[in-house]
């Protein structure tokens, strides 16, 4: 506000008045609650489906040695144990497959998140708002990381079922806990692609949420560009 009133003193001096016209267009387009939480889920919509679009194309998590889905640590001892005595094309199978598991999840998970957006009420939108980069996607993985996890979880499942990871690591496992002497252990990979995916997924959102934020041409909506527009005067 002292920005505005110092912009129109300033204005006095001039022969044009258009930094006043400019100073009153904001002051006449500060967003309504309504409005900012408007803009936020349209970008937090705009960032999920992004995300989830590039995450769900084939090879994005198999390809990509940044995101790739490795076993979790008690599962690499016995993909260790079994590649020493000659599995080791079936352990590597089984780590492609559970990227491919990862990306028909995500893909399938897509209306889920969207639709968590939705319903979504944020009391407190315009401190989200200006609360700069992250924010966004900080208070939407706070509120609803449980609620997606047991939605997501069922889909991970099914979609490894789909692409066979459970049944060759089943074979795997059995394999394993034949040998002598080893300790008998059956690792969660759903669990494990679970939260990497949807790790690398919240990532992919706030990319997008900051993207927003820095670069006005990403505000695909009014919502967005009159919401961010205010979030860009108030910046802290």
């Known amino acids: 506000m002292k920005k505005i009133i110092y912009s129109i003193v300033l204005c006095l ?3 044009s008045c258009d930094v006043l016209h400019t100073v009153v267009k904001e ?3 500060i967003p309504t609650t309504e409005e900012a939480a408007g803009g936020l889920k349209d970008a937090l919509k705009q960032g999920f489906s992004k995300g989830a679009d590039v995450l769900a194309m084939r090879g994005a998590f198999g390809n990509n040695q940044l995101i790739k889905i490795l076993l979790p640590s008690e599962a690499q001892t016995i993909a260790n144990k079994l590649s020493s005595i000659g599995m ?4 590597n199978q089984v780590i492609s497959k ?3 598991g990862a990306e028909d999840a995500v893909g399938t998970a897509k209306p889920i998140f969207v639709d968590a957006i939705t319903k979504m009420s944020f009391n407190d939108a315009m401190g989200i708002l200006t609360g700069g980069k992250g924010a966004a996607t900080r208070y939407l993985k706070e509120t609803t990381t449980s609620a997606l996890v047991a939605s997501f979880s069922p889909k991970v499942q099914s979609a490894l079922d789909q692409v066979g990871v459970t049944r060759n690591w089943s074979d795997l496992v059995n394999t394993y806990n034949k040998i002598p002497l080893v300790q008998k252990m059956n690792p969660d990979l759903k669990s494990h692609v679970t939260e990497k995916a949807l790790s690398t997924l919240f990532n992919k959102v706030e990319e997008e949420e900051n993207n ?4 006005p041409m990403q ?4 919502l967005m560009k009159k919401a961010f527009a205010y979030a860009d005067a108030n910046k802290k």
Do not use: M
Not at 88 to 91: E, L, T, Y
Not at 212 to 215: G, Y
Not at 219 to 222: A, C, H, L, V
């Open 212 to 215: 927003i934020r820095e670069n």
């Open 27 to 29: 002051v006449l387009t």
């Open 219 to 222: 505000r695909t909506t009014e």
């Open 88 to 91: 080791q094309a079936q352990v």
């Open 13 to 15: 001096g001039f022969a």
């Open 98 to 100: 559970l990227n491919e």
